[in-house]
């Protein structure tokens, strides 16, 4: 199904239809362009607007403030894992307006035809986004989402535990290899659930391209994880920074860079100057991701959708979203908003040494059946 949305279109229609106009009052911007004044002011919002997203992703006070401003009630839920959002979406009737898939599952779904186009020249908030966000491989245009967050994987452990004193836990080895889990396996070790993620962690570990679509290769990093299996406590990819890494029944995380960041910050001790966990990005490489904004094909308020990705786009919710979550932002705009700390922490925003390590996943085609097949073994046994 093609949608093509015209908010400022829509908005320009109704700004004259209510007597505004180049010279018609607020908002009306000179040469009759609508502004993001307008598209406050003008747009028909729908009473609610049903967000799906990642856990730990947005500090919901932004959704409340949504709400105030607006009058738009905000139905609010969570997902573990782009799979799962999948699995929502393909099963019908799941009423979401805004979904928050990563990179290469925006693919798939473009594939699947789930998603709703949009014309990012109507979101007057695009332009905060910075050049090199914009126009990704997998969206090209911008087609159908816009850029939210984006952030790394690697491996969050316990700060101060003598498993650690050489250093870093900076391998994948720390998941995989045997004599390394039976020090630390007793503590506690959780993996992210998610397996496009844990895969990805076997095939680095492996020295293959995390987007493999070799079934020797993807049988080996089944086997990989299997062996490792045992060693491990929970999978855990939704609630582990609050319920496992926070209250200490872990010692080692795989983890994604924002959640480790918030464990570190929510146990940060202003005597000592340090917090309970640290973040490391593995040697043998990781992942790197953009989740993105998008209106599920299906949506019956995709005009109310677009209004709220605008307002995600401004700069200073934009920078709210950061400073919460710990995860860097594609928003250039907002970056006089972000604190400081969170700007210069090589942990959250990378270093150009640490980002030549990392790796985006991209939709594997077919072989995704020959994923899902490692998966069911991983999960089943
Ligand atoms: C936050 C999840 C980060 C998104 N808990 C990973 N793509």
Same mark, same amino acid.
């Given at each position: 199904m093609k949608k093509v949305i015209g908010l400022v279109i829509l908005i320009g229609l109704l700004a004259v239809a209510c007597?505004? #106009?180049? $010279? =018609?009052? !607020?908002g009306a911007a000179e040469g009759g362009e609508p502004t993001a004044a307008v598209a406050e002011g003008e747009v028909q919002l729908a009473p609610e607007l049903s967000v799906y997203n990642w856990a730990d &992703? *947005?500090?919901e006070q932004i959704l409340a403030d949504y709400t105030e401003r607006y009058g738009v009630e905000i139905i609010y839920d969570t997902f573990a894992s782009n799979e799962d959002l999948l699995t929502k979406l393909q099963a =019908? +009737? @799941?009423? &979401?307006d805004i979904i928050i898939p990563s990179d290469y599952m925006v693919a798939q779904m473009i594939e699947l035809g789930l998603l709703a186009e949009i014309d990012? $020249?109507?979101? !007057? %908030?695009? +332009?905060? *986004? #910075?050049a090199e966000f914009k126009d990704p491989p997998y969206d090209p245009g911008n087609a159908h989402c816009t850029p939210y967050q984006w952030g790394m994987t690697g491996i969050g452990y316990r700060n101060g535990n003598p498993a650690f004193a050489d250093g870093p !836990?900076? @391998?994948w080895a720390y998941l995989f290899e045997p004599s390394l889990l039976e020090q630390t396996a007793p503590e506690g070790i959780n993996v992210l659930n998610d397996q496009r993620e844990l895969m990805a962690a076997a095939l680095f570990f492996l020295g293959?391209?995390?987007?493999?679509?070799d079934r020797a290769e993807l049988e080996a990093a089944r086997d990989l994880i299997l062996q490792a299996?045992? &060693?491990?406590k929970t999978f855990n990819s939704e609630d582990y920074y609050s319920t496992l890494m926070e209250s200490d029944e872990i010692i080692l995380s795989h983890a994604w860079s924002g959640d480790a960041a918030q464990a570190f910050w929510s146990t940060y001790d202003d005597a000592t100057g340090e917090g309970n966990w640290l973040f490391t990005v593995p040697v043998e490489g990781a992942v790197r991701y953009q989740d993105n904004v998008c209106i599920p094909a %299906? @949506?019956?308020?995709i005009e109310t959708a677009l209004h709220f990705m605008n307002y995600l786009m401004e700069a200073e919710v934009a920078a709210a979203i950061t400073n919460f979550t710990f995860y860097p932002s594609p928003?250039? +705009? +907002?970056k006089e908003f972000i604190n400081p700390d969170i700007l210069n922490n090589p942990g959250i925003f990378p270093p150009p040494e640490v980002a030549a390590k990392l790796q985006w996943l991209t939709d594997v085609g077919d072989a995704i059946f020959i994923y899902d097949e490692m998966w069911t073994a991983i999960k089943g046994q």
């Open positions: 007597g505004g #106009g180049p $010279a =018609g009052g !607020p &992703y *947005i500090d =019908g +009737a @799941s009423g &979401y990012v $020249a109507t979101l !007057p %908030n695009f +332009a905060n *986004i #910075g !836990p900076n @391998s293959h391209s995390p987007n493999s679509t299996k045992p &060693y491990w %299906n @949506s019956q308020r928003n250039e +705009a +907002a």
